[in-house]
């Protein structure tokens, strides 16, 4: 059994294991602890694992599962090829960021992100500005935090990820619904839950 550690995310001290398909090749997604805090981890025979769709996917779905436990209410995603030799090297990292994995997971516990997207057709003329006005002031007051948006292509008139309290995800969807209807003729892309990538911003250092 290969001793390194990939770590998907950091969660309130917790003890659990599943089976699974994780990055590498991996089959078991389990817990390591240090003090206050449990890092989701499997195993892997490398500390730098190569990127592919695949592991990405693998990643992210890991993620879905830990926050879909019902004895998890916040988890603090780590980008993709964390990846550490031991238990200790992860502990030690774990015990310097502490006090900002704390902090992070305070602020979106008992929250998921959602991401949000509208397309335009190729041949369509519409208020790209009025839209992102009326759809943003809508989803913005119920969620409690939002990305600026990423429009990476001409034809996204929104492309914004908002932090939704999990009391607020009915009401969220239902405001999503409303707008594919009212903007039936341009693409509404609903995506998540996901890990709140775009609201924590912890960098630890590579100690592997």
């Known amino acids: 059994m290969s001793s390194n550690r990939y770590v998907y995310g950091v969660v309130e001290k917790n003890d659990f294991e599943f ?3 994780a990055v590498a090749g991996g089959d078991r997604v389990y817990t390591v602890t240090y003090r206050t805090l449990s890092a989701v981890v499997s195993d892997i025979d490398t500390t730098e694992p190569e990127r592919t769709d695949e592991d990405s996917k693998r990643h992210d779905e890991v993620l879905r599962e830990v926050l879909e436990r019902d004895d998890v209410d916040a988890v603090v995603p780590m980008q993709f090829g964390m990846a550490f ?3 200790r090297t992860l502990k030690s990292v774990l015990r310097g960021a502490r006090r900002a994995f704390t902090k992070a997971l305070n602020e979106v516990d008992g929250h998921v992100e959602l991401g949000v997207k509208i397309v335009v057709g ?3 003329e519409v208020d790209r500005e009025a839209i992102r006005e ?4 809508r989803l913005s007051d119920i969620a409690e935090s939002e990305t ?10 929104l492309n914004r990820s908002y932090l939704v309290a999990t009391d607020d995800r009915e009401a969220f969807d239902d405001a999503v619904g409303e707008l594919r209807e009212e903007y039936d003729e341009l693409t509404v ?5 996901w890990a709140p990538y775009n609201f924590v ?5 590579a100690q592997r």
Do not use: M, W
């Open 19 to 21: 089976d699974t398909d």
């Open 85 to 87: 030799k031991d238990n």
């Open 122 to 124: 190729e041949d369509d």
């Open 134 to 137: 009326d759809v943003g002031e």
């Open 148 to 157: 600026e948006d990423d429009l990476f292509s001409d034809r996204l008139a």
């Open 189 to 193: 892309q609903y995506t998540g839950p």
């Open 201 to 205: 911003d912890i960098h630890i250092g």
